[in-house]
């Protein structure tokens, strides 16, 4: 966060500092512009050239006599002839003559004020104005203390600049350092969890801003990632629950059968044909347990939603059952329309017919019914006691009046996934037969 803190610090010290020579250069130049007006203001109104022209001074013998204009107070003046010669009005410097300036001299307009420099290398600032005859007076004004004084304000400006920048930088560091405080709390926790995956490490949130918003994002990720965590640790333990009583009677029939054959003890044949039938089922059991936990552990992002006609998603689902079952499959599907995984749709509503069938008679009826959204798959079994329904659609859960049957508890576990994934809401209740009777409302339109 110290980078962080020094480059924001950084960024204001020079936003400050670029707003202060802005300032500063108008200021100069403003200044500049304001003094320069009143030298032109005094050389344009200034008493030099009228008091020469009141004075009616013989204007040939300016370059003569001109010490006597300067003892009389007329003076920083210079002659030009239409030709282009000049020369000073007294012992004075002379000024490099412009083209305005004969121009001015052969009866045209006074010059516009410039600046110039004389032949002692002294900074001026000089007008022209006509005087007639083939003459013209250019009077200057030395500009010495105006470049002092604009040079000690530069300087006085620069100092000021730098003072504010340096002062700029010190307040952007303090208040990078306070506004990043929270920041500095949410990376020490984000590396607490990074070095002891301890995920029950919540924030202190305070305001609302984006920090804050950071901080309650972080919390509930953290909390997600807990959630995660212990469904994942619980559905471990289920498994190898699970998993520990077909492998233990699996591993028991194999060590017989190998036992029988190290001995030179053959078994009866019907006892043989009883432990490999035996192990076949309990193959088939482990290798459907197996499919089922990938089912409800894998990691991939859902499946992109397409249109889904859900009767005939159903369909396929009773056909697909009705290969393997000893039962009358009783359906009345209705079209309805939705968004989803044909897919997932499928195995759901195959897992619900399996789950009836499972538990009906043979030779019963097990009723599939889609009506407005609502599909409803009802058998003629035992049904389903009402304090045991809140637990049917938990991984791993099982009645205790079924576990002498085939299955693993997660069938329902997978039919609610799913449910969940398109926004459905489930339900369990009684068939009017007294069997068990499952309900998925699904989102959609007919």
Same mark, same amino acid.
């Given at each position: ?29 403003a200044t500049s512009r304001t003094m320069r007006a009143q030298v032109d203001q005094? +050389?344009? %109104?200034?008493?030099? *050239?009228?008091?020469? /022209? =009141? #004075?009616?001074?013989? $204007?040939? @013998? ?120 929270? +920041?500095? %709390?949410?990376?020490? *926790?984000?590396?607490? /969890? =990074? #070095?002891?995956?301890? $995920?029950? @490490? ?224 489930m339900a369990v209740g009684a068939s009017p037969s007294g069997g068990a009777s ?9």
């Open positions: 966060m110290t980078g962080l803190r020094a480059r924001l610090a950084l960024m204001s010290a020079a936003a400050v500092a670029v707003a202060i020579v802005a300032v500063s250069a108008l200021a100069w130049w005094t +050389l344009s %109104r200034g008493p030099l *050239a009228s008091r020469v /022209v =009141a #004075a009616r001074v013989n $204007l040939d @013998v300016l370059c003569t006599k001109g010490d006597l204009l300067v003892q009389a107070g007329v003076g920083s003046m210079q002659l030009v002839r239409s030709d282009g010669s000049s020369c000073p009005v007294g012992s004075g410097p002379r000024v490099p003559v412009a083209a305005a300036d004969v121009a001015a001299a052969r009866g045209g307009e006074p010059t516009r004020p410039r600046d110039a420099t004389t032949d002692t290398g002294l900074h001026v600032r000089t007008v022209t104005v006509p005087a007639g005859n083939g003459y013209a007076l250019t009077t200057w004004r030395d500009l010495t203390e105006l470049d002092a004084t604009l040079t000690s304000l530069a300087r006085g400006l620069l100092a000021a600049g730098a003072i504010g920048a340096f002062g700029a930088l010190i307040a952007g560091w303090v208040v990078a350092r306070a506004g990043l405080r929270p +920041l500095d %709390r949410l990376t020490g *926790a984000a590396e607490h /969890v =990074a #070095a002891t995956q301890d $995920l029950q @490490v919540p924030i202190e949130v305070r305001g609302d801003d984006e920090v804050a918003r950071l901080a309650h994002a972080f919390n509930r990720m953290t909390g997600a990632l807990e959630t995660a965590r212990q469904r994942q640790r619980q559905m471990i333990a289920d498994a190898g629950h699970e998993l520990r009583t077909p492998l233990t009677s699996l591993r028991t029939n194999i060590d017989l059968l190998i036992r029988s054959a190290d001995e030179d003890r053959p078994l009866d044949p019907a006892d043989r044909a009883d432990l490999l039938h035996s192990v076949a089922g309990q193959l088939s059991e482990l290798t459907r347990l197996t499919g089922e936990l990938t089912l409800l552990s894998h990691d991939e992002p859902v499946a992109e939603p397409v249109p889904v006609r859900l009767d005939e998603v159903v369909g396929r689902a009773v056909r697909r059952a009705a290969r393997r079952a000893r039962h009358q499959l009783v359906t009345d599907l209705r079209p309805w329309h939705l968004a989803g995984d044909p897919a997932g749709l499928e195995r759901a509503a195959l897992n619900l017919i399996d789950n009836a069938i499972k538990f009906s008679p043979p030779g019963s009826a097990v009723t599939v019914r889609l009506r407005s959204g609502l599909l409803e798959v009802a058998d003629e079994g035992p049904g389903i006691p009402e304090f045991e329904r809140p637990q049917v659609f938990q991984r791993f859960w099982r009645s205790p009046t079924a576990r002498a049957l085939p299955g693993s508890g997660l069938g329902l576990a997978i039919v609610a996934d799913v449910a969940e994934t398109h926004g459905a809401t499952v309900t998925v409302r699904f989102p959609g339109h007919p």
